[in-house]
């Protein structure tokens, strides 16, 4: 059944538009963003005739907001896979995503994605939705399919804003830990170059794109070894901590190739059949996120153990693995001063 928001305005400030009237008074519930798809859906009347974002409001104008009830969620055609929940509480969940797992369904993955597990274990997810109906199960940030590690996930509408509006506003901390190519010369470096689709292939993204996007990330050497190859040679790799600033498509990995040092076994962008190894994904991991809890004025985080296949190398390169996360983050925190506590 479809919902009704009625309000009837009495003293508004001078001169604001429809759209920051309803930031202000649906706050913190819903955000501008998801007011904004609401009058763009048609959802929005004042004074009985479709709202646009930029009407002007007056005293004693009369605004209804319709939200519709949310679609039944699909329901998977196989068993929905386990899920890691790192984290838990009335508002938001951390988990750690295994590699080869898709966030949402797709024509090429109908089933087994990240929403299937979350729904599966977390019913409540299915009420999660936009002011326009869209369904999300809480996702608010996404990771590519054959990249592992931490995601966090809103249970309600109040927490799916506010995730939504930290991601916006870059506030949320992210560490990834990826193993590359070669040596890098450089301790550390910022890659600052815009990201856009690649012009003949598709599926790439690339720093050449005339369309390109604002892209920055920040990369720490952790280690560097020599891994053997299986015709007995051996080639450099380095253990790198990457602080994404931006949150472009593929981003960190666009950015390290075209420093010369790609992920080991990135299909896209590191086609090297030497770099590959025995990986049959990139070798990238989400290790460090947090938030700021919606509700209680604390920084939240979760560190993901990283995923057998790349801890395996990782060892290789020094890591021992019942130590893994403690040394990395401890390098981490020794290279990034500013980072938040963990």
Not at 90 to 96: G, K, Q, R, Y
Not at 231 to 254: D, F, N
Not at 307 to 332: K, M, V, Y
Request: aromatic share 4%; net charge positive; hydrophobic share 45%.
């Amino acid at each position: 059944m479809t919902e009704q928001i009625r309000i009837l305005v009495a003293r508004p400030p001078e001169r604001m538009r429809l759209d920051a009237y309803l930031a202000r008074e649906l706050a913190p519930e819903y955000s501008r963003s998801q007011i904004l798809k609401a009058i763009r859906a048609g959802l929005v009347v004042m004074n009985e005739r479709p709202a646009r974002a930029a009407d002007a409001i007056r005293a004693g104008d009369r605004i209804a907001l319709h939200i519709p009830a949310p679609a039944a969620p699909a329901m998977a055609s196989a068993p929905a896979p386990p899920v890691d929940v790192l984290h838990e509480d009335a508002d938001l969940i951390f988990v750690n995503k295994a590699p080869g797992m898709a966030v949402h369904p797709s024509p090429g993955h109908p089933h087994s994605t990240l929403v299937d597990a979350l729904v599966a274990r977390f019913p409540d997810l299915a009420s999660v939705i936009e002011l326009d109906g869209t369904w999300r199960a809480g996702i608010v940030h996404r990771l590519d399919k054959d990249t592992s590690g931490v995601m966090v996930v809103a249970r309600d509408s109040f927490a799916r804003a506010a995730l939504s509006d930290q991601f916006r506003r870059r506030t949320v901390e992210k560490i990834y830990i990826a193993l590359v190519a070669g040596h890098l010369g450089a301790e550390r470096m910022t890659i600052d170059r815009p990201i856009g689709r690649h012009q003949t292939e598709r599926r790439r993204m690339s720093v050449k794109s005339a369309t390109g996007r604002e892209a920055q990330s920040e990369v720490t050497v952790i280690g560097r070894c020599h891994l053997p190859l299986p015709r007995g040679e051996a080639m450099p790799v380095s253990v790198v901590a990457v602080r994404p600033r931006t949150g472009r498509t593929h981003q960190i990995r666009v950015h390290l190739a075209s420093s010369g040092h790609p992920c080991l076994g990135d299909p896209l962008y590191c086609r090297s059949a030497r770099a590959r190894l025995a990986l049959e994904r990139q070798a990238l991991h989400a290790l460090y996120l947090a938030v700021d809890h919606p509700r209680r004025a604390e920084r939240v985080s979760a560190i993901a153990p990283v995923a057998p296949d790349l801890a395996e190398l990782l060892a290789a390169c020094g890591f021992r693995s019942g130590e893994l996360e403690r040394q990395l983050i401890g390098a981490l925190k020794a290279a990034w001063p500013a980072s938040p506590p963990v």
